[in-house]
Structure formats: C-alpha cells, structure tokens
C-alpha cells in the first residue's frame, strides 16, 4: 500500500501559507496545562469480566476516533501520521536529543511537543472547543530538518518526506480562510467538498429530510458534470460499500436522485476500514456483556457501522436507555453535530466509563425530584413532555473517551424521536470535572479581588450542581410540537394557546423534520443556551440544593458562584467570536454570551461589565454581579428569556428563534460593554484549555491491565505511541490513502455553481 504523492492536491491550498506569523490565537503556548485523568481505583474494583468488555469497548471507541481526523481538515490525517511515524522510531527524549543537535531551542522543541500532543488531544489541527486552527510555534525550516533527519526518516526517506511535503505547508499555513473550520468561504471543513456553500447544505438537507435519512453518518461531496450542472454525492459511513450484495434496509436507499433539478447519488462506505476494526472489538465486547440489553445494543451497533444505517444506531441506543445504570457504561457512533457549518452532521466519539456511585446516589435524588422541578419551569404544562420518562443519571469515571474533546456532562442520544418518546440518559464525568475545570488564583482574569477566593471554593460545587441541572432538566425538558406522517397532531391544536402571543399554535414540526434540520446552525447554540438558563434558573430552588448537601449560607454562596462563573463565561465567551465573518466558533460559549446579554438587559445594577488597566500596566476588565439581585431581577429576567425560547422551539418558529436568539448573540461595539473592544482584552489574557492525558488499557494474557502516563505533552504523545501497538503503521496507511482518495475534493475553491434550491 503505497503513501500518498508528494504535494499532491494541495498544492494551491497551502499557496499563501507563508502568510502573517502567528499570534497567540493560532498557538498553544509552552506551559499549557497537562492532566491526567485518574480512573485507577474504578477500574481496581471491575470484575475481570467488567474489564475485558472495558477494554473491547476501549478499542472500537480509539478505532473509531481516528475517523475524526477525516472529519477536520484535509491535511489532518497526514500530520497525524507524520507524527505518529517520528515518535513510534524515538520516543519524546531521544527526539529531543536530535532536535538539539539540529539547533532547536529548549523553547522551540517544547513547542514542538506540545503542537503533537494537541493534534493528538484534539484529534486534528483545529481546537475542538472554538474550531481555531493551532500551527506549530517554531520556525518551519526548524521543524523541516528535525524530521527529515530523525530515525524514521532514516528508516522510510520517501515515506516520511513524501507526508512532509503533502502537510508541511498546511500545518502552518494561516491564510483567512484556513485559520477556522466553516463551510464555503468563511472556513475549512471536510464534512462538505471545498465548493460546497450553505446553499448546497440547505438543499442537501432538504433531499436528506424528503427521503427520511438523517445527516448524522454523512458526508457531501459536489461535482460538476459535462454540462457544468452540479452533482451530489451523500456518503454514508459504513463497512459495507455501494457495492455489496448482501441486503439491507440501507441497499435500496443507495441509488441516484432527481430533487429540484439536482442529481443526489447516494453511496456508503466512508471510513470503511477503520470502522471495520470498530466491529470487530464490539464483535468482541458482546462476549462479555453483563445482560441481554448490552448484547442487543452492540449487535445493532454492529449492523449500524456495517451497513451505514442510523435506524439500527437508533434502535441499538433504545437498547441503552433501557440498560439502567451499568457498571460499566459507554456509548459510540456519530454523535455530536457542533463541529459540522451546516449543524446537523455528527462527529464520531466513543467513550467507556465506571461509575462513581457517591455522586451518583445524589444524581439520583434530583431524578426522583424531576417531575415535581420540571413544574418549576416557566412555561405551561402543554410545552412540556405528556410523560417524564424517568432517566439514568450517573456520575462516571472515564476511562476512554475518544473524538476530538472530553466534555463535562452528557445527555443523550441526540435522536429527538427517541428523546420525546424512550427517554434519554444523563452522564456526568466526575474525573473529568475534577482535573479540567480546576482554577489557580493567579490566573483567575476578570473577577474582583473579594470574589476569587469563593470563586475557587465554591466553583466545583456549584459547577456539579449546574451540570447536573443542565443535563437532566435543560436537555431533558420541553415538548416538539409534531404532525406524524399520517397527519395526526402530539397537541391538541384547539386548546392549546402560544403563552407569547396568546393565539392558537400557528406552527410545527413536519414528519421527518427534526430540531437539528430545521434550526441547523444554531439549533446547538440554542439548545446549550436553553440548558444553561434551566440550570440557572432552578439552581435557585432550596430542594436541589438540599439534594446536593448545601444549605444556608453555603447554599447561598452556590448560588452566588454558579451565577457570577456563567457571567464570567460570557465575557471570555468572545474569545470565540470571529468579526471578520460575524460568527461564533463555539456553540456553549455563544450560549453563555447570550446569558450575559440576558442579564446585563435586566439592568438595575444586577451585572456589570467594567473595562480596567491591569496591574501591568496592560487593558483589563473587572465582572460583578450583585448578589443581592439575583432573586429579584435576575431570575425575572431568565423566566421571560427561558418562555420565549422553548415557545419558539416546541412551535418550530425558526424565523421567531432566529431573531431572538441572533439578536442577542450579535456582538458589537455599542456602549456602555463596547464588546468588539473588549474582545481584545479577553484575546490579551485568555487562558488556553487543558490538554487531557488519557490511560490505554492492555491485554496480556486474559487479564487487562491498566497503562497510565504523566501529566505532560511528552506523557499524552507516549499514551497514542503505545495506543495502536499492533497496527499503528498499517492505521496510517489507511487514513493516507482514504485522506488522498478524497484530496481533489479540497483543490484551491472553485466557483463551482450551486443547485436549484
């Protein structure tokens, strides 16, 4: 299997990579902060067979996350294997010995290893939360001749210079339209060939939703024909390709279409290899599943990867609902659809975990208290579920968690059929939560003397209780206005009143359409922020307080913390706004600006947002919330806000959700915050994220053993160097070679023309 021609198709992309140097937004800086995540005593008390379902588990989630460099950028896959080949020859030290020998600085090669263990953190080039492009902060002929003179060039010469020269321009090129992930002009993405505008992903969305199939295991790809129409190409991702003689309900779907004037063909067989090793250890892990769901769950996972199919995904995370509190927990497939322009394409993650059963005894009594907090909303019982379909929520300690970034907490799956009628479950990632929000007093930036020191006590606290809040009650709650494809209503048409206009229900959801299709790029903005203002909102509440061991004035000083961090939140939130295309980069952080907004409206003093000059002499600003306030100004104002939004997304009003929710998202340089200005300042003293270092798991013999690595760049690039032990060169053949495969998709863009919409 031979790498991919040098150079090759993107020659003219990186052609203005010798563009500005770059600036602090561009870099992970030196002193980056490394964790380790801590599972070791979880792990300690699974069964030896709880640990080989684990470990199968484990395999197809890492399998399966490389899929994600294809998900980036066009270059990604390459840099991850010119990587993986320079560590898997000389580990971090031996490198570093020839990298000084070279004339690297100390700096410069730390810099180096912390470029590597950010593209293997965040699985590609591009930050996973803010969707920024990284570029290593060295010089390019530095890094040039480290690489071609290391032990694995010497080892394959035209290998190594041939991936060289196929990314080395790309990886530090910060041509405007490279420097963040969007669709057409406003950035880079591979979810869409190069050509591809939001025209065609409106109408590819159109097509999808006429024929029933969703985006989430999807890709577009546009050509143009002889006569210089537009043609489409929708690739589902699959084992199995368009070729394949064994039925399915998939096969008859894989044919071509007329839609409005337009050619759709849709194939399958996206990622194919590295969802076939997938299988194969889900194929593994179904050996040593606990109960009956667990089996039926991964064989309709199975099918699902093979053939291309999200209904057998769907009815494998039925299986998973109903699996209530697991030892072991996990879930996998195209999952998330932040990073996709258009909204509604997912990206591939996997994650495996123990449960942590002290915190999630306390997750428990807030689910037995659910029913009684969701009246506490501020809508009419009409807006809610007919059925609060009681959920597993659990604290979890994780194992593995692949893709290209660990969140907080999750509520899934995203399927809003399965939501409105099966339930869902709720995941905290208690180890996660430990390591990655944890905050020195030194770098705590925009806060008041008199609050950091409570801030630090009570931020992990109160952050349990809001995500807590936010995963159960805010994606948990609220009602879909749907007529079925028969024609039948979920609402009574004739009682039911819109509290905001106080008119009959003048609007909904189409069998097929769903929340993601329809409010498409900002439906997961919007749903973070509907989530976020429900945590605030019933935070508040003495009894979910109570439930989380915090009464009195420690209850109050929660309170006060949850509210004063998600204020602070909005402001660093501009460090992920992009003026140059007036556009938000990062779905929860547009969500807490437009908290902010919310709250800064109320007025009364309730918030202020103060610029300053630093002690050094540099731009500053200071956040205060009045304490005070809350109650009496501040949770008015959330109750209006909350309203409005779940009115506008149960009724499917995207034109109504769209002016509401935009119109608080805008940023400009209005007095009295002048956000446009004070995004400079937030730029001037942003903190970068963490990087997380993850443990591998080992089968020697019958037994798993548990492999953990140090907190440090070198530590993270060590866990991937040993994580693929017995295929990681043949892994990096097949990403080159389907990275190539596709390359002339992401020539320099073309004017190609859009279709009829």
């Known amino acids: ?259 409005r004037g337009n050619h759709f063909q849709v194939t399958r067989g996206d990622y194919a290899p590295i969802l076939q090793k997938v299988v194969e250890h889900l194929e593994k892990a179904k050996a040593y599943a606990a109960n009956s769901r667990q089996e039926q769950m991964l064989a309709q996972y199975i099918e699902s990867f093979t053939q291309g199919s999200i209904e057998a995904h769907k009815r494998g995370s039925r299986f998973w609902i109903q699996d209530k509190g697991p030892i072991v927990e996990s879930y996998i497939g195209f999952i998330e659809s932040y990073r996709d322009p258009f909204g509604s394409r997912g990206e591939f993650e996997g994650f495996v975990a123990m449960v942590n059963k002290a915190m999630s005894a306390k997750f428990e009594c807030l689910v037995a208290s659910a029913e009684q907090l969701l009246k506490e909303l501020p809508w009419p019982p009409a807006f809610e579920k007919d059925k609060f379909l009681s959920p597993d929520f659990t604290s979890l300690d994780v194992l593995t968690f692949s893709g290209s970034g660990i969140p907080a907490g999750i509520n899934i799956p995203n399927y809003d059929d399965l939501r409105q009628t099966e339930g869902f479950k709720n995941v905290s990632l208690g180890n996660v939560l430990a390591v990655a929000y944890a905050t020195q007093r030194e770098k705590l930036t925009f806060l008041e003397e008199d609050d950091k020191d409570l801030y630090i006590r009570w931020k992990g606290p109160s952050f349990d209780v809001q995500v807590g809040l936010h995963e159960l009650l805010g994606h948990g709650s609220g009602k879909l206005f749907v007529q079925d494809e028969k024609g039948a209503f979920n609402f009574d048409q004739e009682t039911v009143i819109n509290p905001e206009t106080g008119e009959q229900i003048q609007s909904w959801y189409r069998s097929g359409e769903t929340w993601d299709s329809k409010f498409s790029t900002i439906a997961s903005s919007y749903e973070e922020c509907r989530a976020e203002s429900v945590g605030l909102y019933l935070c508040l509440n003495p009894q979910v307080l109570e439930i989380f061991g915090f009464e009195g004035a420690d209850a109050e000083d929660v309170i006060y913390v949850n509210w004063l961090n998600m204020v602070r939140a909005g402001l660093l939130a501009l460090e992920f706004y992009t003026p140059e295309v007036s556009s938000w980069r990062q779905a929860h952080m547009q969500a807490r600006f437009v908290i902010l907004r919310v709250l800064l409206e109320a007025g009364e003093g309730l918030v202020t947002v103060t610029p300053t000059t630093g002690t050094d002499g540099r731009p500053d600003a200071r956040v205060r919330l009045d304490r005070n306030k809350i109650r009496s100004v501040g949770k008015p104002a959330l109750e209006r806000f909350l309203r409005r939004l779940q009115v506008l997304k149960s009724t499917g009003d995207v034109a109504g959700g769209r002016a509401l929710y935009e119109g608080y998202a805008a940023v400009t340089d209005a007095p009295p915050e002048c956000f446009l200005t004070l995004r400079d300042t937030v730029l001037l003293r942003k903190e970068s994220r963490k990087l997380i270092v993850q443990p591998n798991t080992r089968l020697e013999g019958s037994e798993v053993q548990l492999l953990e690595y140090e907190a440090s760049a070198a530590g993270l690039i060590q866990s991937f160097s040993e994580r693929f032990p017995e295929d990681g060169p043949e892994l990096e053949e097949i990403l080159t070679q389907l990275a190539t495969a596709d390359a002339r998709f992401w020539k320099c863009p073309s004017e190609a023309p859009s279709g009829q919409a």
């Open 1 to 259: 299997m031979g790498e991919p021609e040098a150079g090759s198709e993107f020659a003219i992309l990186a052609a203005a990579a010798a563009g500005p140097m770059a600036d602090a937004q561009y870099i992970l800086p030196n002193d980056i902060g490394v964790s380790s995540l801590d599972c070791r005593e979880a792990f300690r008390l699974l069964s030896p067979t709880e640990r080989l379902y684990a470990h199968h588990l484990s395999r197809a989630a890492w399998y399966g996350g490389l899929a994600v460099l294809l998900q980036t950028s066009p270059e990604a896959p390459y840099i991850y294997a010119l990587l993986s080949r320079l560590f898997r020859a000389q580990d971090p030290d031996q490198l570093r010995q020839h990298a000084l020998a070279e004339g690297l600085t100390e700096e410069e090669y730390q810099a180096f290893l912390v470029y590597a263990a950010g593209i293997y953190s965040n699985m590609g080039n591009y930050k996973s939360f803010g969707d920024t492009k990284f570029v290593p902060n060295l010089p390019k002929e530095k890094l040039e001749h480290v690489i071609l003179g290391s032990k694995a060039a010497q080892q394959n010469p035209a290998e190594v210079r041939s991936l060289w020269q196929t990314c080395g321009e790309l990886m530090f090129s910060l041509e405007p339209r490279l420097r963040h992930l969007g669709l057409g002009k406003e950035g880079i993405t591979t979810y869409f060939s190069g050509d591809c505008t939001m025209e065609d992903a409106k109408l590819a969305q159109d097509f999808l939703d006429s024929q029933n199939l969703s985006a989430y295991n999807t890709r577009l790809f546009k050509d143009v024909d002889q006569d210089g129409k537009p043609r489409y190409e929708v690739r589902l991702a699959s084992v199995l390709g368009t070729e394949s003689a064994l039925h399915s309900e998939m096969t008859s779907r894989l044919k071509s279409y007329e839609f």
